[in-house]
């Protein structure tokens, strides 16, 4: 029988991994972290905030300038972090950067007494993405609409929508709870109640609506919602591993504003060794062909106890 957990004893999350592995992780210095690429994963530094966020910005760049009609390209990408995003529609304007042919996919959006929320609900990812970077593109250059996907109402068309272009990268952050988008860890109960659900199991999972782990809920409540746990919603709308699959590139970008010291160096190490284990999500891209970690090299910070 596998530990409960600390944080929140009916749901699957790191804390009911081998304690072995959690000691190996938090024991890592910053170069050895570095020295935890391999082939299909790569682990880059940056020096600089400015460079990070330009970097991270390049890479919808990259994507876009790919895009012909007859082979359309993409990128999907996150709300956290966010500070990219007028990046892109900056360089999409100075640059000139026609995207008639582009396409983007957003990851996620919250759900709200089982409905999608719409872009005025206060916390609305959409009206996000649109205020800091596509409104902000010269109308002569903007995808067209229907190149702009949200999932928004129909899932499946949403999720068929990745076979219709091809999305270069799905980029993303890293919550709390080990999660990239919002897959997070599932509930401990009914066949789930011994063990998490299988590795193979976990990457059946389709976009689709998920109950939130409460690691998430009150990491968003500290970093977008002034520490206001019940504005958060329960739920959220999320891509899935099936999409991720689709995706060439998996690149997730560790800028020290959500996930923690010890939460970037569990699951760099996981996805090092090949150690895949669904209560902790992110660890499953251990299987996937090409996945880069990007880390804002002053704020990897330690895992020493430090008291305040």
Request: with cysteine; aromatic share 10%.
């Amino acid at each position: 029988m596998r530990p409960l957990s600390i944080v929140a004893p009916q749901w699957w999350d790191y804390t009911t991994l081998d304690r072995e592995i959690l000691d190996e992780a938090a024991q890592l210095s910053v170069d050895d972290l570095l020295g935890l690429s391999r082939d299909g994963f790569t682990v880059k530094f940056y020096d600089t905030i400015e460079d990070f966020y330009l970097a991270e910005a390049l890479e919808y760049i990259t994507a876009w300038r790919q895009a012909t009609e007859e082979a359309p390209t993409g990128l999907c990408g996150p709300i956290g972090p966010t500070e990219q995003l007028p990046l892109v529609a900056r360089l999409v304007n100075e640059l000139n950067v026609d995207l008639r042919h582009a396409h983007f996919w957003a990851m996620d959006e919250w759900v709200l007494d089982g409905q999608i929320v719409g872009e005025d609900f206060p916390l609305s990812f959409k009206r996000t993405n649109m205020e800091l970077c596509f409104n902000r593109i010269r109308p002569e250059l903007r995808m067209p609409d229907e190149n702009l996907h949200f999932p928004e109402r129909d899932l499946a068309a949403f999720s068929a929508s990745f076979d219709a272009a091809r999305c270069l990268v799905m980029q993303g952050g890293q919550g709390d709870v080990k999660h990239w988008a919002f897959n997070d860890p599932l509930r401990r109960e009914g066949d789930h109640t011994d063990a998490p659900p299988s590795p193979q199991e976990y990457r059946k999972l389709a976009t689709r609506i998920v109950d939130l782990h409460p690691l998430t809920i009150t990491q968003n409540a500290r970093t977008s919602g002034g520490g206001v746990i019940s504005n958060v919603p329960p739920q959220a709308v999320t891509v899935g591993p099936v999409e991720t699959w689709k995706s060439d590139k998996v690149s997730i970008w560790h800028a020290d504003c959500h996930d923690n010291p010890f939460g970037k160096r569990l699951t760099t190490l996981m996805i090092c060794k090949g150690i895949a284990d669904s209560s902790v999500p992110m660890s499953l891209l251990a299987d996937h062909p090409c996945v880069q970690f990007n880390f804002y090299r002053p704020g990897i910070g330690t895992c020493d106890v430090e008291m305040h």
